[in-house]
């Protein structure tokens, strides 16, 4: 059965529909119904065509229609089967897609793509391990397929099987030029993996891996920036917080965590600077106040720190986290009456993340009092 061109069979298509509608005006472009029989095609090449072209148009109903009557006239038409396989799977159908491609598989079962594709449509319907044993089909058949080992990490990650999901990940980003456009993807997936699953250390040399093909990539800096505060390492999550600010300098949330890798190295000061920037770009996030407050109090700027406290009292009326900054600015100065009269506040507002905090500070002012009245 030859197989006629795509494009001379569109144009003995376009001659057969012109020859039966002599007189009638075409009203689409899009094919309409299987031609009647030409001389070379056979009748499943010719609905397997249609069926294509229903595809690119993006009718996925009529090219089910047409795939399954080219594979009525004939069983073993394996492209078929393949293009009936991502027909459904468009349609969001896996078990028909895992059918059709296994039937396009067992009909070349050594062909690597036919196995891909069945993992592909097992990975679809949440059947991981059997996509992955496709998946390593595949390899087998082409082991120079770095899509394959791409693929097949995903399924290892899939089922919690983390040590060979990272090492499918690696062998991929080891197999790819680093001129290959699939080369950054690749480092990507397997920083996210190792970051997902705790690993920071492996995490950030990869990350570090990705920034140098890619300097500006925000998401990468902004990541080293989260993974080194995770690390206890705080200078350098402030420096990549720096990049990250720079380059999205009004995203208060940056501000924020570059004030807290800040106030972990002792630079208050820039501390500061960053969070009054926070609440500048952010002013009805009462979170940021109190934390403004706190940095107000270390920097033993006491008035600054009960402005601040203020200000959370207007957005948010009985804060205890307000109390218990003021409170603590006055403490800080020995202005004990007035310091528990702000703690009492915070324990009475009943916050569970306040009040055992505010009765304890309330409890150390007693202590200074009476040591301070003993030693008179």
């Known amino acids: 059965m030859a197989l006629m061109t795509r494009n001379l069979w569109l144009v003995l298509l376009g001659l057969a529909l012109v020859a039966g509608c002599a007189g009638r005006q075409a009203t ?10 030409l001389a070379g095609v056979s ?52 078990a028909d897609a895992i059918a059709a491609y296994r039937k396009a598989s067992d009909l070349a079962p050594n062909e690597a793509e036919g196995h891909a594709d069945l993992g592909s449509a097992y990975m679809a319907g949440g059947k991981f391990a059997d996509a992955a044993g496709e998946y390593r089909l595949a390899i087998q058949l082409s082991p120079g397929n770095v899509d394959n080992f791409t693929s097949l990490g995903a399924a290892f990650d899939k089922q919690g099987m983390l040590p060979e999901a990272i090492e499918a990940y690696r062998k991929a980003v080891e197999m790819t030029p680093r001129s290959d456009a699939r080369y950054l993807p690749n480092v990507l997936s397997l920083a996210n993996l190792l970051y997902e699953n705790q690993i920071y250390a492996d995490a950030i040399s990869v990350y570090k891996t990705a920034l140098a093909l890619a300097p500006e990539n925000f998401g990468v800096i902004e990541t080293l920036g989260k993974l080194y505060l995770r690390v206890e390492n705080y200078p350098a999550a402030a420096e990549y917080y720096e990049k990250a600010v720079a380059l999205k300098p009004a995203d208060a949330q940056l501000r924020y965590w570059l004030a807290t890798a ?19 770009l952010n002013p009805d996030n009462p979170d940021l106040y109190w934390l403004l407050g706190d940095l107000y109090n270390r920097a033993q700027r006491y008035d600054d720190a009960i402005g601040a406290a203020t200000k959370l009292l207007a957005i948010r009326p009985n804060s205890a986290g307000a109390y218990c900054v003021w409170g603590e600015s006055l403490a800080r100065q020995g202005h004990y009456a007035e310091a528990r009269a702000q703690y ?14 505010a009765a304890k500070e309330i409890e150390k002012i007693e202590r200074q009092e009476q040591g301070g009245r003993s030693g008179k």
């Open 344 to 357: 009492q506040k915070a324990v009475a507002s009943n916050d569970p993340a306040w009040s055992p905090y």
């Open 43 to 94: 009748e499943a090449d010719r609905h397997f065509q249609l069926g294509a072209e229903h595809l690119k148009h993006g009718d996925l109903d009529r090219a089910v229609v047409e795939l399954k009557a080219a594979i009525d006239a004939d069983p073993v038409h394996r492209k078929a089967y393949k293009s009936l396989g991502m027909v459904y799977l468009r349609q969001g159908q896996p």
């Open 262 to 280: 800040y106030t972990k190295t002792g630079s208050t000061d820039k501390a500061i600077a960053n969070m009054d920037k926070a609440v500048e």
């Open 28 to 37: 689409s472009s899009a094919p309409q119904a299987a031609p009647a029989k």
